[in-house]
């Protein structure tokens, strides 16, 4: 997909981890992001939490609703018991812990200092590799320059791709294998 945050309007993304939106078993996401313009702290640029795709296990999912609140909902998140991914593996928990959770993250206004996220501002043309279980986030667009990037996302073929993901190939087709 192409992401498009314009001057001034560009909208925050909030905190959120890949896996979540693409589940496999075991979790295996990894994001592309290429930035085709320049990504500064004023127009938005990525923001992660250090470490946490080694300390912060998948803890819910974006699934078809089954049975939806809302008549006109087709997705909806629900919770799962922690997983990791294989790669890096999981640390113990040794104190080291993030001093975020996802929930309270989603939460948290997007340019909220005490979330102790890292921007990570990269110029046009270059490509951030993003863990499937690491915390990101992107700030509202303040400047008035645009934000644009190209991303797309890989899963471990070998994984279970699971029938309630949200995205789902047509019936008779599978995912693009590399």
Request: aromatic share 6%; glycine share 6%; proline share 8%.
């Amino acid at each position: 997909m192409v992401i498009c945050k314009q001057p001034g309007i560009g909208g925050a993304v909030p905190m959120h981890q890949d896996s979540t939106f693409l589940f496999t078993n075991p979790p295996s996401a990894c994001g592309f992001w290429i930035a085709l313009e320049d990504c500064t702290i004023e127009n938005g640029c990525l923001e992660f939490i250090p470490g946490s795709h080694r300390t912060t296990p998948i803890t819910r999912r974006f699934v078809r609703a089954t049975h939806p609140k809302d008549a006109n909902a087709a997705t909806e998140m629900i919770s799962i018991e922690p997983i990791s991914s294989q790669f890096p593996p999981l640390k113990k928990d040794n104190g080291a812990r993030t001093d975020v959770s996802i929930d309270s993250a989603a939460s948290t206004n997007p340019l909220e200092p005490s979330v102790n996220c890292k921007p990570v501002e990269v110029r046009s043309g270059s490509l951030v590799l993003i863990h499937g279980q690491v915390l990101h986030r992107s700030a509202h667009n303040h400047s008035d320059h645009s934000r644009w990037i190209y991303t797309f996302h890989i899963v471990e073929g070998e994984n279970e791709y699971d029938h309630r993901n949200w995205l789902q190939m047509p019936p008779g087709q599978e995912l693009t294998k590399l």
